[in-house]
């Protein structure tokens, strides 16, 4: 009898379970989507086509009411921050009527798929907004038109195939990360002389898409960030203002030797996972005293490539490394004055592993770079 009811409850404890993973299937946020499936019992699923979007998303959470009257009821409207409107996580589909007020429009992790200009009639003081991880396929220019004071963008993890035109001028920060963008617009970037920061990793783009001067107007970016896509070529028309540039996962073969000569400010150069060969890197190109951080990691360099004594870190592991010389590397002379610490190079951390090459570290490696913490071989 005991057993009877034992097996009867644990029974029914299943179906519970199934009912509710069933039941909580349909609210994963689109984040989620990538990570292993929720289980479904086979049984329970019917048989025919998978319900049409939009159909399967859930319905937007509704908010307590607020204390702003113009607050939308999909998003939450903090006492404290009234210049922020709160509509993350909130499966929506569409942007809400945004409130005067609104400086911080934050709409990350929602199912939006098109933007379009009303809900911003009367958005004039938009300064940021966070559109992240939604399903954004098209944006209207009208909308940049009804927030001209904006300052950061962020659209990462969308579904866009182009940069969307008419961006404000006033724009400082555009994140359009992890979309499908294989198409830059003649003057998408034009007149963004005051855009800091430019995030295009994880797209489609090839050397034609960014063209010759696609990025040229932006005259005071600092941070470029092209990693994952199909370039073959050093981006062409980099503004010298760069402080950053990250280009890693390309199949970039080739530097020109003069291609940094005018960087006065680049002190980060990322270009791992691409397919340079000594061929492609002429031996003084990385010769720049502005550069901190270099990371060529995952290439097929055979030589070091020779860089200034102000490089702290240097990555150069899995590459086709055979032997390192020192002498050759140090980039000042051993019987210079080594008691003028400007002379002594900076480099700090050095990765030399996935190389052909065994301990133990050469000791002339040992005496020029003196302020070597680590060194990975
Ligand atoms: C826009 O603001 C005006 C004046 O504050 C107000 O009368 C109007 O209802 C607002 N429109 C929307 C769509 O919220
Ligand atoms: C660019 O930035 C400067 C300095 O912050 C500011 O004075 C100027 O108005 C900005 N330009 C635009 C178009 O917003
Ligand atoms: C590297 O740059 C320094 C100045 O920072 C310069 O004195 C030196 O000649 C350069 N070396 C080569 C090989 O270009
Ligand atoms: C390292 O390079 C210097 C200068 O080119 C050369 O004289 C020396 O023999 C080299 N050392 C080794 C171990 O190959």
């Given at each position: 009898?005991?057993?009877?009811?034992?097996?009867?409850?644990?029974?029914?404890?299943?179906?519970?379970?199934?009912?509710?993973?069933?039941?909580?299937?349909?609210?994963?946020?689109?984040?989620?989507?990538?990570?292993t499936?929720?289980?479904?019992?086979?049984?329970?699923?019917?048989?025919?086509?998978?319900?049409?979007?939009?159909?399967?998303?859930?319905?937007?959470i509704?908010?307590?009411?607020?204390?702003?009257?113009?607050?939308?009821?999909?998003?939450?409207?903090?006492p404290?921050?009234?210049?922020?409107?709160?509509?993350?996580?909130?499966?929506?589909?569409?942007?809400?009527?945004i409130?005067l007020?609104?400086?911080?429009?934050?709409?990350?992790?929602?199912y939006?798929?098109?933007?379009?200009?009303?809900?911003?009639?009367?958005?004039?003081?938009?300064?940021?907004?966070?559109l992240?991880?939604?399903?954004i396929?098209?944006?209207?220019?009208?909308?940049?038109?009804?927030i001209?004071?904006?300052?950061?963008?962020?659209?990462?993890?969308?579904?866009?195939?182009?940069?969307?035109?008419?961006?404000?001028?006033?724009?400082?920060?555009?994140?359009?990360?992890?979309?499908?963008?294989?198409?830059?617009?003649?003057?998408?970037?034009?007149?963004?002389g005051?855009?800091?920061?430019?995030?295009?990793?994880?797209?489609?783009?090839?050397?034609?898409?960014?063209?010759k001067?696609?990025?040229?107007?932006?005259?005071?970016?600092?941070?470029?960030?092209?990693?994952?896509?199909?370039l073959?070529?050093?981006?062409?028309?980099?503004?010298?203002?760069?402080?950053?540039l990250?280009?890693?996962?390309?199949?970039?073969?080739?530097?020109?030797?003069?291609?940094?000569?005018?960087?006065?400010?680049?002190?980060?150069?990322?270009?791992?996972?691409?397919?340079?060969?000594?061929?492609?890197?002429?031996?003084?190109?990385?010769?720049?005293?502005?550069?901190?951080?270099?990371?060529?990691?995952?290439?097929?360099?055979?030589?070091?490539?020779?860089?200034?004594?102000?490089l702290?870190?240097?990555?150069l592991n899995?590459?086709?490394?055979e032997?390192?010389?020192?002498?050759?590397?140090?980039?000042?002379?051993?019987t210079?004055?080594l008691?003028?610490?400007?002379?002594?190079?900076?480099?700090?951390?050095?990765?030399?592993?996935?190389?052909?090459?065994?301990?133990?570290?050469?000791?002339d490696?040992?005496?020029?770079?003196?302020?070597?913490?680590?060194?990975?071989?």
């Open positions: 009898m005991k057993t009877g009811v034992g097996l009867i409850s644990s029974l029914l404890l299943f179906f519970l379970m199934g009912a509710v993973f069933t039941q909580r299937t349909p609210q994963r946020k689109p984040s989620g989507r990538r990570a499936k929720p289980f479904v019992p086979k049984r329970v699923v019917p048989a025919g086509p998978e319900p049409q979007e939009p159909t399967d998303f859930p319905p937007p509704l908010g307590p009411p607020s204390i702003f009257p113009d607050c939308p009821r999909e998003c939450l409207c903090h404290s921050y009234p210049n922020s409107l709160n509509c993350e996580n909130r499966n929506l589909r569409a942007v809400p009527v409130p007020r609104t400086h911080y429009l934050y709409l990350q992790n929602n939006i798929s098109q933007l379009t200009a009303e809900p911003f009639n009367n958005a004039t003081e938009v300064r940021w907004v966070n992240a991880n939604n399903r396929k098209r944006i209207d220019k009208q909308v940049f038109e009804k001209p004071g904006l300052l950061y963008f962020y659209a990462q993890r969308n579904q866009l195939n182009e940069v969307p035109s008419g961006l404000p001028t006033s724009l400082e920060q555009l994140r359009l990360d992890r979309n499908h963008i294989s198409k830059i617009p003649a003057g998408a970037f034009s007149k963004l005051n855009l800091t920061l430019l995030d295009l990793h994880y797209n489609q783009l090839s050397d034609s898409a960014l063209g001067n696609a990025l040229k107007d932006l005259k005071n970016l600092m941070q470029l960030n092209l990693a994952h896509n199909t073959k070529k050093m981006p062409a028309g980099v503004p010298n203002s760069l402080i950053q990250f280009l890693d996962k390309n199949r970039i073969d080739d530097i020109p030797k003069d291609y940094f000569k005018d960087f006065s400010h680049l002190a980060f150069v990322r270009l791992n996972y691409n397919q340079l060969s000594d061929k492609g890197v002429p031996k003084a190109v990385f010769n720049m005293s502005s550069l901190l951080d270099l990371q060529l990691a995952h290439n097929q360099l055979s030589v070091v490539p020779l860089f200034n004594n102000h702290e870190h240097l990555h899995h590459n086709s490394i032997s390192i010389n020192g002498t050759e590397l140090c980039p000042f002379s051993m210079a004055d008691n003028d610490d400007s002379l002594v190079p900076r480099l700090r951390y050095l990765r030399l592993d996935g190389n052909h090459l065994h301990p133990p570290i050469p000791r490696i040992v005496m020029c770079f003196r302020n070597l913490h680590s060194i990975v071989i």
